[in-house]
């Protein structure tokens, strides 16, 4: 791993606190990384980034996204190139946005709008 985002204990503590009591750590070592809850428990709370994947809410820092992750990496590599973003879903909205990326979902879907650089429907049945 070359980096982790955690949570600093202060940190943990609060979001906790903002959050119910079915909300259960997600523990790395010793560190907090996130908290998970059914979805329908959670209301995202100040400065928290909620993401619902098949029910289950999963909230964390506000910077641990997609998003932040790229440029993370990229200035790593030291990358100054341009780079093509690929995503399919409300998560991957900021880094599409970014980037001008390329949505991928299936057809007929309604996901929103979002200001992507191309989408492609694929035919899921």
């Known amino acids: 791993?070359?980096?982790?985002?955690?949570?600093?204990?202060?940190?943990?503590?609060?979001?906790?606190?903002?959050?119910?009591?079915?909300?259960?750590?997600?523990?790395?070592?010793?560190?907090?990384?996130?908290?998970?809850?059914?979805?329908?428990?959670?209301?995202?709370p100040p400065g928290a980034r909620v993401e619902v994947?098949?029910?289950?809410?999963?909230?964390?820092?506000w910077d641990n996204s997609k998003l932040h992750a790229v440029h993370r990496l990229l200035r790593?590599?030291?990358w100054s190139g341009r780079c093509r973003a690929f995503g399919d879903g409300p998560h991957d909205a900021s880094m599409l946005t970014y980037f001008d990326g390329?949505?991928?979902?299936?057809?007929?879907?309604?996901?929103?709008?979002?200001?992507?650089?191309?989408?492609?429907e694929y035919d899921s049945g």
């Open 76 to 78: 790593h590599i030291g």
């Open 102 to 120: 390329v949505c991928i979902r299936p057809r007929g879907s309604t996901g929103g709008s979002l200001r992507t650089g191309e989408e492609i």
């Open 53 to 61: 994947y098949q029910g289950t809410a999963f909230i964390g820092r």
């Open 1 to 44: 791993t070359l980096w982790r985002s955690m949570m600093s204990a202060a940190e943990a503590r609060a979001l906790a606190a903002s959050l119910p009591d079915s909300a259960l750590p997600v523990v790395d070592g010793e560190e907090d990384v996130q908290f998970v809850a059914p979805a329908g428990d959670v209301v995202a």
